[in-house]
Nanobody, 125 residues
Framework: QVQLVESGGGLVQAGGSLRLSCAAS????????MAWFRQAPGKEREFVAAIGWTRGTTYFTDYADSVKGRFTISRDNAKNTVYLQMNRLKPEDTAVYYCAAGPQLSTVVADYVYWGQGTQVTVSS
């Protein structure tokens, strides 16, 4: 069982930055693929970024095309935490952002077993 708690959301102007954090419970955190999804009002939940487990010192990552070059996902297994650094934010990034944990690196909502409660990110123009 894994519990996820997101933090770091808020209101920011376009072009600004935010860093989201997701704190996870459980001793097997390092074995999970971790991801961020987001959901805007009236829209389906969509993939943002994912990070897998390590092979040596290498983490495998994947990003949605809409955030490549602006967002960076990272994890600290010692702290059981995954981060999403969001730079050059745009109004269309406004959404509730959710942290998720699953057995593999995936961009698909259904592949993730555990979900946080979400944190609101609002980008003003």
């Amino acid at each position: 069982q894994v519990q996820l708690v997101e933090s770091g959301g808020g209101l920011v102007q376009a072009g600004g930055s935010l860093r989201l954090s997701c704190a996870a419970s459980g001793r097997t955190f390092s074995r999970y693929g971790m991801a961020w999804f987001r959901q805007a009002p009236g829209k389906e939940r969509e993939f943002v970024a994912a990070i897998g487990w390590t092979r040596g010192t290498t983490y495998f990552t994947d990003y949605a095309d809409s955030v490549k070059g602006r967002f960076t996902i990272s994890r600290d297994n010692a702290k059981n935490t995954v981060y999403l650094q969001m730079n050059r934010l745009k109004p269309e990034d406004t959404a509730v952002y959710y942290c998720a944990a699953g057995p593999q690196l995936s961009t698909v909502v259904a592949d993730y077993v555990y979900w946080g409660q979400g944190t609101q990110v609002t980008v003003s123009s």
